[in-house]
T-cell receptor, first 110, second 117 residues
Framework: TQLLEQSPQFLSIQEGENLTVYCNSS?????LQWYRQEPGEGPVLLVT?????EVKKLKRLTFQFGDARKDSSLHITAAQPGDTGLYLCAGHTSGSRLTFGEGTQLTVNP | GAVVSQHPSWVICKSGTSVKIECRSL??????MFWYRQFPKQSLMLMAT?????????EQGVEKDKFLINHASLTLSTLTVTSAHPEDSSFYIC?????????????FGDGTRLSIL
């Protein structure tokens, strides 16, 4: 059973569209990170959220941590081809282990 | 920001060869480093947790005699794939966490593409 369920797994959209990626769990996370990974490279940290209900913005990206700290979402406004990549959520539970979601492969077509 | 360097970035070798991959934290000390394996268009699968000065902790199903981990200093961990076979071909990624609270974000290397012929 996947501890962190990420959806959708694949998303192909046109440039300028908006999208939301979801990361859900039945477990409570002390912190949750979002990463973006391009082919042949390691994941790059986008944001860390730690407080229930927290919202963070990074240019056209908006990250939200659920009130109960069990879920998170990533919303991208006016997607661009440069946003193409694998988006990964990852969370820390009570221990130090970082658990990854299955990933969302985003393709933004020009 | 924190930088993690992984070397080599790409290895092609014959079946039966042992391959060593290095992971270095360049501007911070990392008590703990992590080794992951990733298949195309899939998420990262944790293989083992490497602790400086002690034995690595391996995930269920990962053969510790096959994937040797050494974490001899606060800035270097190595993963050696012993007697590699084609099924070991994959993308291997390391990450490091700064010392301090366990919930610090991990910083990832750029990965090593391993191809066994």
């Amino acid at each position: 059973t996947q501890l962190l369920e990420q959806s959708p797994q694949f998303l192909s959209i046109q440039e300028g569209e908006n999208l939301t990626v979801y990361c859900n769990s039945s477990s409570v996370f002390s912190s949750l990170q979002w990463y973006r990974q391009e082919p042949g490279e390691g994941p790059v940290l986008l944001v860390t959220v730690v407080t229930g209900g927290e919202v963070k913005k990074l240019k056209r990206l908006t990250f939200q941590f659920g009130d109960a700290r069990k879920d998170s979402s990533l919303h991208i406004t006016a997607a661009q081809p440069g946003d193409t990549g694998l988006y990964l959520c990852a969370g820390h539970t009570s221990g130090s282990r970082l658990t990854f979601g299955e990933g969302t492969q985003l393709t933004v077509n020009p | 920001g924190a930088v993690v360097s992984q070397h080599p970035s790409w290895v092609i070798c014959k079946s039966g060869t042992s391959v060593k991959i290095e992971c270095r934290s360049l501007d911070f000390q990392a008590t703990t480093m992590f080794w992951y394996r990733q298949f195309p268009k899939q998420s990262l699968m944790l293989m083992a947790t490497s602790n400086e000065g002690s034995k690595a902790t391996y995930e269920q199903g990962v053969e510790k005699d096959k994937f040797l981990i050494n974490h001899a200093s606060l800035t270097l961990s190595t993963l050696t794939v012993t007697s590699a076979h084609p099924e070991d071909s994959s993308f291997y990624i390391c990450s490091a966490r700064t010392t301090g609270t366990p919930n610090q974000p991990q910083h990832f290397g750029d990965g090593t593409r391993l191809s066994i012929l």
